[in-house]
């Protein structure tokens, strides 16, 4: 009868190990999945967040310039709202005499409306230029010249866009530096600074897109660094704008 009883323990003893085993290892899996939740959900939030904040910016850019045809899709490869919003602002207080623009698109449409008396905006791509200047035409748009330069092998070791085609350019009151493309090197953008540093006015604005990425970021502190009379901001945009300007 005890070897009955002590077996019977044995076994119950063995079934409250196992189940707490398997209370233990469901406690795992449910914080697990209640944490993925919580992660998911903010994620969400966050999407929805950064949608109301473009949404907002590109009311108010309407509202501002009253365009009398559409605009191509924002955000993505393009420019975001909040940058677009930023360059109207900023050409509607400054009034830049030559805004030199690298990379074209919308926001050759908006620094043109939004007050900068010439536009020059450098294209790589002869597509994108082409669809620039068509989206100028259609808005009736006047005082922009896009420019085609092929990227070429440049002193610092990278491609970027033919220096020839910038060779005439001076006294730049507004520079937007959104090119060439620099997602897959991070250095693309950076013969700006050795290029166009000495091309600007002394009341020149820099503004630069996609300071969120590293090389952009340091591209921006070199610009700050190299005008010791200007002041570096980094705007909280969807891609991180960074504002150089005159203190």
Known sequence: MRFLELGLLIIAATAAIYCAKLLRALHQRVTKVNSQNQESFKEVREQIWHSYRQSEALQQLFTLLKFNAAIPPTRSWAASPDLLLTIAELARTHKPR????????????????????????????????????????????RG??????????HKSGVDWYDTTKLSSLAKIDMLIIDGPPGSKNPDARKPALTELIKKLSPKAIVIIDDVKRTGERDLAEAFAKALPNHSLTILDHEKGTAVIAPR
Request: no cysteine.
């Open 144 to 153: 922009v010249e896009v420019r085609v330069a092929a990227l070429k092998p």
């Open 98 to 141: 030559l805004v030199v623009e690298l990379g074209s698109g919308v926001s050759t449409l908006i620094v043109a409306k939004a007050g900068g008396r010439k536009v020059i905006s450098i294209d790589n791509s002869d597509e994108f230029a082409g669809k620039t200047r068509d989206l100028l035409k259609e808005h009736k748009v």
